[in-house]
């Protein structure tokens, strides 16, 4: 088995401020995903990686930037925090696209 | 364009009751359908999936789900559900390598 590490699990921060999310498995899988999820709400994908240094925009990439510097890690950079924004960011991972496995999740309130 | 649609926002059942919740998606591609369930405060989870063969697939704790290509639906089933039962279902489907998925269905269990 493995396991998908997501920290920080809680983000606090301020309007402006750049915030950097980050997300580790130790799957050996080769994509990985970042998802924003509101309250509520399904899964909107922000970023994909279908290997290392490889970056793919989702749906809602504006307003973040992602990073696939190793296999094993992806980071999400939200560029610029909106004030009042709450959301959980959940990091997953898969072989092939098939099959995701997700981390806990970092929920972010921006003050 | 891939859709996934979850008609139910809102299931509540008592336990030991039977539940379906239903998922409806458009895809003009080869299919690949499952089911992901989120305990409060969690990431999600796999549930089952179908690509192929029986359009029954079982996954775990007793649910099923059920492929239809005339309906476009992929419902899931369980015959008699327990209190823990209680979370978030999200139905998706894959195309272009990646994984849409539906706004959820939030699933009560009444003791």
């Known amino acids: 088995g493995g396991i998908i590490t997501q920290t920080p699990k809680f983000l606090i921060g301020q309007e402006g401020q750049k915030l950097t999310l980050k997300c580790q498995q130790n799957?050996?899988?080769?994509?990985m995903y970042w998802y924003r999820q509101d309250s509520g709400k399904g899964l909107r994908l922000i970023y994909y990686?279908?290997?290392?240094?490889?970056?793919q925009k989702g749906d809602l990439s504006e307003g973040y930037d992602a990073s696939r510097e190793k296999k094993s890690s992806f980071s999400l950079t939200v560029t610029s925090a909106q004030k009042n924004e709450m959301a959980v960011f959940l990091c997953a991972s898969s072989r092939t696209a098939e099959t995701l496995y997700f981390g806990s999740g970092t929920r972010l309130t921006v003050l | 364009t891939q859709t996934v649609s979850q008609s139910d926002a809102h299931v509540t059942v008592f336990e030991g009751d039977s539940v379906e919740l239903r998922c409806n998606y458009s895809?003009?591609?080869?299919?690949?359908l499952s089911w992901y369930i989120q305990h409060h405060g969690r990431g999600l989870q796999f549930l089952l999936k179908y690509y192929s063969g029986n359009p029954v697939v079982q996954g775990v704790n007793g649910f099923e789900a059920e492929f239809s290509k005339s309906d476009s639906s992929f419902h899931l089933r369980k015959a008699s559900v327990h209190w823990s039962d209680s979370a978030v279902y999200f139905c998706a489907v894959r195309g272009n390598n990646r994984i849409f998925f539906g706004d959820g269905t939030q699933l009560v269990v009444k003791p």
């Open positions: 895809y003009g591609g080869s299919i690949y």
């Open positions: 990686s279908i290997t290392e240094n490889d970056l």
């Open positions: 799957f050996n899988h080769d994509t």
